[in-house]
């Protein structure tokens, strides 16, 4: 550390031995009574308080001057900007901020006072500091080129951020940011809490966290679909991917160092069937030795754009290129059993973006954990492929279906049917219990409407239909012009509870659209039963007197 020191003031010393006086004073100038308010009024002023007589305050002018003049751009592209007062000259402007000892180094944000400098005035403590706070208080112009702007120090402090909407866009723009929205009064958000705090210090450096109180900052809020608290976004690059993983630490730091990490995944020629067979879509980017590296640097940035979203594989392998019949550099996307390429710069993020937009949906969607609620609950009709992911059969199925998806897709429908692949060793329960089907009977594909508990189960020879394009396509066609009747996908007892528990809401909904009414028809209904069983009551006792009147005679 002394070692470091000393070769921090040996640069700085080696560095202001070619400031000119005039460089120093555009740098950092010096401030009086008439001029103080309004230079500390905009922005963020990094201000040196010193006393020409004083020792320390001497010791430092070499430093301040090279920090002051190292950092004379970031008034234009950060809002950050350092000036400095003499406390000999200016002594009453030095007493109304009670500066009392010298130097005193104070951070001002639109006038007002935000923090001062407390550690050891070196040249490295005092870079970190000044990076740090020019990211807190960051204010770009909106017109600069952000290439301009240059590096924004990332979680400097190691703690939670609360943003506001005046900080919450001038802040956000520069990433990655972890956001969690929330509410005061929500136990999920208190029980995170510490959580969060813990993860600001894992992250130090890598990613800023923070918070945003929707109850305060509603206009906030509405940018992003929040559906409950707390809600957590990672955002960069102007994408906000939403975290949906247990609220514990390390869930979080993978989550979140994993958005920033590339992920792009090497390939080879070995990995070309796996890769085109086993995933729904899938993109190559091929490239070689004299790739410029902003092209690759742009792939990667895609990878974290959408991350989580797409299976993104880079190749240098001259075997897969040819195989994929492209020159380098070069992006195609193979899905739906055909390769497309992409015919824009490489180097345009945004075009890229859009294009990856595009072809990122599969005309076959793999059911997970993650979708299944989303294609079964969707309205109308699904034609689900139920396949085996280790079965021998399955790679063939699964091109047959894409095949029928495509050739279904060239039709104008005015009720389109979706199409899906189900993986049936995970989900064999509901295999077994709602579409009536044993790992025997797989690979098969029906047509079903889940909302609707309906399926379509055989063709009109009540067998199961042939995985083979024209014979799905003919059994789709057969159910569409209703010549293959729907069947109910619930059993006789399924039936009949869904009856009584329909008949119950419509009694409830009736109840609570007159609730007077319901309340004199049920206590009619009482009264009703209550005379009944008093008049059954009165003739036991009837008989019973009678009886006993018999036995006395």
């Not at 506001?164 to 995170?192: I, Q």
């Not at 290129?321 to 180097?347: C, F, H, M, T």
């Not at 869904?498 to 009264?527: D, E, K, N, W």
Request: proline share 5%; glycine share 4%; with cysteine.
């Amino acid at each position: 550390m002394f070692i470091r020191n000393i070769l921090s003031v040996v640069v700085a010393i080696a560095a202001c031995s070619s400031i000119t006086p005039a460089d120093a004073s555009a740098a950092s100038p010096s401030l009086t009574a008439n001029n103080f308010e309004s230079t500390i009024a905009n922005g963020a002023t990094f201000v040196k308080f010193y006393s020409p007589d004083c020792p320390h305050s001497q010791k430092l002018a070499p430093t301040w001057e090279w920090l002051a003049i190292e950092h004379k751009d970031w008034e234009r592209t950060k809002g950050f900007k350092f000036a400095e007062v003499d406390c000999l000259a200016q002594g009453d402007l030095c007493e109304d901020y009670d500066i009392v000892t010298y130097p005193t180094m104070q951070l001002f944000y639109k006038g007002k006072t935000v923090t001062r400098f407390n550690k050891r005035r070196t040249n490295e403590a005092l870079t970190e500091f000044v990076a740090a706070q020019a990211a807190e208080y960051i204010n770009a112009p909106a017109n600069l080129d952000r290439k301009e702007v240059g590096e924004v120090k990332v979680n400097a402090l190691g703690k939670v951020v609360v943003l506001d909407e005046e900080s919450y866009d001038r802040r956000t723009e520069f990433g990655p940011w972890l956001v969690e929205y929330y509410a005061p009064w929500c136990g999920h958000c208190r029980a995170l809490a510490p959580i969060y705090e813990e993860l600001a210090v894992a992250l130090k450096g890598k990613v800023n966290v923070a918070k945003v109180d929707c109850t305060v900052n509603e206009s906030i809020c509405r940018k992003h679909p929040i559906r409950g608290f707390p809600t957590i976004y990672m955002q960069q690059h102007g994408v906000a991917i939403e975290y949906n993983g247990h609220r514990v630490l390390q869930p979080m730091i993978d989550f979140s160092l994993g958005a920033i990490a590339s992920s792009v995944k090497p390939a080879t020629a070995a990995d070309f069937e796996n890769i085109r067979s086993r995933q729904d879509v899938s993109f190559v980017y091929s490239y070689d030795a004299n790739t410029k590296p902003e092209v690759t640097a742009a792939i990667e940035k895609q990878s974290q754009v959408f991350y989580e979203q797409i299976n993104l594989h880079s190749t240098a392998d001259p075997e897969l290129i040819n195989q994929l019949s492209v020159s380098v550099p070069s992006l195609v996307v193979l899905k739906d059993n055909r390769q497309y390429n992409y015919e824009g710069s490489l180097a345009d993020d945004a075009a890229l973006n859009k294009w990856i937009s595009e072809v990122n949906t599969p005309l076959v969607i793999t059911m997970g954990s993650h979708n299944v609620g989303s294609i079964l609950g969707r309205p109308g009709w699904l034609a689900l492929g139920i396949f085996e992911p280790e079965g021998e059969a399955t790679p063939a199925a699964r091109r047959e279906l894409i095949e029928t998806a495509y050739k279904y897709q060239q039709i104008a429908r005015d009720t389109p049917l979706h199409f899906a692949i189900l993986d049936a060793a995970t989900w064999m329960s509901y295999v077994r219990g709602a579409l009536k089907l044993e790992a025997e009977n797989l690979p098969a594909v029906v047509l079903l409407n889940s909302r609707e508990e309906l399926h379509v189960p055989f063709g009109l020879d009540g067998r199961r239909v042939p995985i083979e394009t024209e014979a799905l396509l003919k059994y789709i066609d057969e159910y569409e012009t209703g010549i293959l009747v729907p069947q109910s996908m619930l059993t006789s007892i399924q039936k009949g509870f869904r009856y009584v528990q329909g008949r119950a809401q419509i009694l409830m909904h009736f109840a609570r659209q007159y609730p007077m009414l319901s309340g004199f028809t049920a206590c009619a209904f009482i009264l009703a039963i209550m005379r009944r069983l008093s008049n059954k009551v009165s003739a036991l006792e009837a008989a019973e007197v009678e009886a006993e009147q018999k036995k006395r005679d």
